[in-house]
């Protein structure tokens, strides 16, 4: 299927959406649930898979579409806007959380690119969205984060979405760079992907990064993302009240760890008790 070509615009700071403009007959793919608005004259469609041009096979085409991504942790479908009206109409997809979205111009990166399972936000219609398995045993095993990714292939756009602040590391032929495996966003498909121990038993029991580290080899390009989702996630969970007894501990209260306090501390937070 030959890419549509569409223009776009990057909207917002933290809360980051982009606006994607079509043209009549032009489509965009998004994933389920990542759809903010749309002009009046597109048609909304879900469907299994992509939706690009490699799942012409019937139904088994479709459901080989729809299985990479289960396998990927996204949703079996994807949604397909299609503008049919006569002017130009656009619509907008939005960030799940606070980071950056990047645009990624496919036909300059070599016509695919590896990218973390959770980051792809929408495309251009034609874009294919596959798996991406490590090839390394030890990848596979110690991996975590980066075993399973996504790789977008094709010549047109696609939109990632990353956490926090993203840097582009341009790698030279050679040159090494350990990474957290949460924080490597995407790369391009000629940069060599591996997993390496910490190295000291101290410092993975201890340090709090882990046991494994991702190390990326040039050349290539690799984008990296200050907060990945998953240690926002950790974060929050680990700063929310933990109900106990049907007491619950408010957070900076020394009052929180005594049996008055206690008390006190659920009449404040509105606890029936």
């Not at 917002?12 to 903010?36: N, R, T, Y």
């Not at 390009?221 to 989702?229: C, D, I, K, R, T």
Request: proline share 3%; with cysteine; aromatic share 8%.
């Amino acid at each position: 299927m030959a890419m549509d070509v569409v223009d776009f615009e990057i909207k917002g700071a933290e809360m980051q959406f982009v606006e994607v403009e079509l043209d009549p007959g032009e489509a965009a793919i998004g994933e389920a649930g990542s759809m903010m608005f749309m002009d009046a004259g597109i048609e909304m469609d879900t469907i299994f898979g992509d939706g690009s041009g490699n799942q012409s096979g019937g139904l088994f085409g479709k459901l080989l579409g729809a299985g990479k991504r289960l396998i990927t942790g996204e949703s079996l479908f994807t949604t397909i806007f299609t503008n049919q009206g006569s002017g130009k109409k656009r619509v907008a997809f939005a960030a799940p959380y606070p980071g950056k979205i990047l645009p990624m111009d496919l036909s300059q990166l070599g016509g695919r690119l590896i990218c973390q399972k959770d980051s792809f936000l929408c495309a251009a219609r034609g874009v294919s969205l596959g798996i991406a398995l490590q090839k390394k045993l030890g990848t596979g095993f110690f991996g975590g984060e980066g075993f399973i990714m996504q790789k977008l292939e094709g010549d047109g756009l696609a939109f990632v979405h990353a956490g926090g602040t993203v840097v582009r590391r341009d790698l030279k032929p050679g040159e090494t760079l350990l990474i957290d495996t949460g924080c490597v966003v995407a790369y391009t498909s000629d940069v060599d992907f591996d997993i390496q121990y910490v190295g000291k038993i101290k410092t993975a029991l201890f340090g709090g990064e882990g046991l494994f580290l991702a190390k990326v080899s040039g050349p290539g390009q690799v984008w990296l993302q200050s907060l990945p989702f998953s240690r926002l996630a950790s974060r929050i969970f680990a700063a929310a009240p933990q109900n106990r007894g049907g007491g619950g501990r408010e957070e900076g209260s020394l009052l929180g760890g005594f049996g008055a306090g206690g008390l006190l501390g659920s009449v404040l937070g509105g606890s029936d008790d």
